[in-house]
């Protein structure tokens, strides 16, 4: 798509999601994604891929003194914020939000709710900061609900806002954390 | 930077620097109320960043889940 194709790592090396039994055959899970998706919901489903990674932004600082922008996918919203829907959109929500909801189709909503940090760790980052291992929390979670299955409204309609909050909060580092 | 359940899905997307945790979809960071282990998840990933991987790198961590929730899901046999 925009030039050569870097070579990539052997396929399935250290990663446990090489291999996959689904409908009686082995795939890679991407595969098993695909074919689940396109048997499902989305008939004409394909991965969107991309020639090159997007490339690397080292920090301006050391990890200790970096404020850290989280973005979420797991379809984190507060209660009065209509959730995320699969068309992609973005909620913003305060790392300091009290009462959170999580509105996503993809993974056990209920399991996660007994403890949204496991995909919303505004618990956890903060603790980092106390302890002197980054040097803050941007105030603010960019969040999407993650199943989003047209590729390009990814890059159309979750990216820009996205990546306004980011630079708007001025983050050294943007960790993504899906669910 | 970003974390990562499915390495073979991230291939596509291919983003600047990811790291694998193979912890079940819904439990990135750990059990609920695992706080222990949502920290240590958290300072392996962020890590990572001030290392010099190349663009697109997938990094591998030890991070494992105990039961077969993760295999289960990875075969769609599991939420």
Redesign the interface.
């Known amino acids: 798509m925009h030039g050569a194709i870097h070579p990539r790592e052997p396929d399935g090396v250290g990663f446990d999601d090489a291999a996959a039994q689904y409908d009686g055959a082995t795939h890679p899970f991407d595969e098993v994604e695909r074919l689940h998706l396109r048997k499902r919901l989305v008939p004409d489903f394909e991965w969107l891929d991309f020639d090159e990674p997007s490339p690397r932004n080292a920090p301006g600082v050391p990890l200790r003194d970096a404020r850290i922008g989280l973005v979420v996918t797991g379809g984190v919203h507060v209660p009065d914020q209509r959730p995320a829907r699969t068309i992609g959109e973005v909620r913003l929500v305060p790392v300091t939000a009290t009462q959170v909801r999580l509105t996503h189709g993809g993974y056990d909503t209920e399991r996660a709710m007994q403890d949204p940090d496991v995909v919303f760790p505004v618990r956890t980052l903060p603790r980092l900061a106390e302890a002197g291992a980054i040097g803050s929390v941007a105030p603010v979670v960019a969040s999407t609900m993650g199943y989003i299955p047209r590729g390009v409204n990814v890059l159309e309609r979750v990216v820009p806002p996205v990546v306004a909050s980011l630079v708007a909060q001025q983050v050294d580092l943007a960790l993504l954390v899906p669910a | 930077?970003?974390?990562?359940?499915?390495?073979?899905?991230t291939?596509?997307?291919?983003?600047?620097?990811a790291v694998?945790v193979?912890h079940p979809?819904?439990?990135?960071?750990?059990?609920?109320?695992d706080?222990a282990t949502?920290?240590a998840v958290?300072?392996t990933?962020?890590?990572e960043?001030?290392r010099e991987?190349?663009?697109?790198t997938?990094v591998?961590t030890g991070f494992r889940w105990p039961d077969d929730l993760?295999?289960r899901q990875?075969?769609?046999q599991a939420?």
């Open positions: 930077m970003s974390i990562t359940q499915a390495p073979t899905i291939r596509h997307a291919r983003p600047s620097l694998f193979a979809f819904g439990l990135t960071l750990g059990a609920p109320g706080d949502h920290e958290a300072r990933v962020l890590a960043a001030e991987h190349p663009a697109g997938i591998a993760r295999a990875l075969r769609k939420h």
